[in-house]
């Protein structure tokens, strides 16, 4: 049997804030916090978000067994005409161009809404489905089991995502710490599945552009122009 489908509306009604979880929250903006102090420090900032959104690219690729060379990755990148760009290097390419596209478009709105998701998978799928609207979708493992069944109607999907959008962009809808906020929107979004192909890297993306909106990856490099 596989695992049915069970997502609750956000804001989840159980408080997060454990002891634990704040010890570690502690530790990761402390983290971030040094993040912003260095890039700061960068005296050209097109090198820095170039070189950072390709790693995430491959780093996040290589979770979907897409797997490229960091001498295939920057080859490609700087239009080498004599070199054969394989597969999975245009891959990750195709998640650079959505990264920073979302960037650009998270600057200007100051907002993460379905619509950005949307273009997001779109960069990285090269087809304009949208949300699923048909049956089908399931999460099998390598020996065909599956092991997780999404929602599967087109309508339910739409309001999972209009409530994930507005708890996203809400404030008012939640207090949380916004560290704990993205790891319940990752886990909304991926439970939801509300692509055909590319929900793994899109939420991955979304995990960074949420950071950005709260300020805590708010960072000039982060603004290209």
């Given amino acids: 049997m596989s695992k049915q489908y069970n997502i609750p509306t956000l804001p989840l009604p159980y408080d997060l804030e454990t002891k634990e979880v704040l010890k570690q929250l502690t530790r990761s903006h402390r983290k971030l916090a040094e ?3 260095v890039a700061l420090t960068i005296p050209n900032e097109r090198i820095l978000i170039s070189t950072l959104t390709l790693q995430e690219a491959k780093d996040s690729s290589e979770v979907e067994n897409i797997v490229t060379t960091q001498d295939d990755l920057y080859k490609a990148d700087l239009n080498v005409k004599q070199n054969i760009i394989n597969a999975s290097t245009k891959e990750v390419l195709a998640y650079r161009e959505a990264i920073e596209k979302g ?3 998270v600057r200007e709105k100051r907002l993460l809404t379905n619509n950005i998701i949307k273009q997001i998978q779109a960069e990285l799928e090269h087809n304009r489905a949208g949300f699923r609207t048909a049956p ?3 999460l099998e493992r390598s020996d065909g089991k599956v092991v997780y069944t999404p929602p ?5 999907i739409l309001e999972y995502m209009q409530n994930l959008e507005a708890f996203i962009n809400d ?3 939640s207090e949380l710490d916004p560290l704990i906020k993205m790891a319940i929107i990752h886990h909304q979004f991926e439970s939801i599945h509300p692509f055909y192909d590319g929900n793994g890297r899109t939420g991955r ?3 960074v552009l949420y950071l950005v909106t709260t300020g805590l990856l708010d960072l000039p490099i982060l603004y290209l122009s």
């Fill in 205 to 207: 993306i979304v995990n």
């Fill in 152 to 156: 599967q109607d087109g309508a339910q």
């Fill in 35 to 37: 993040l912003k102090g």
């Fill in 136 to 138: 089908g979708t399931k």
């Fill in 103 to 105: 960037f650009q478009q």
């Fill in 171 to 173: 404030e008012a809808m």
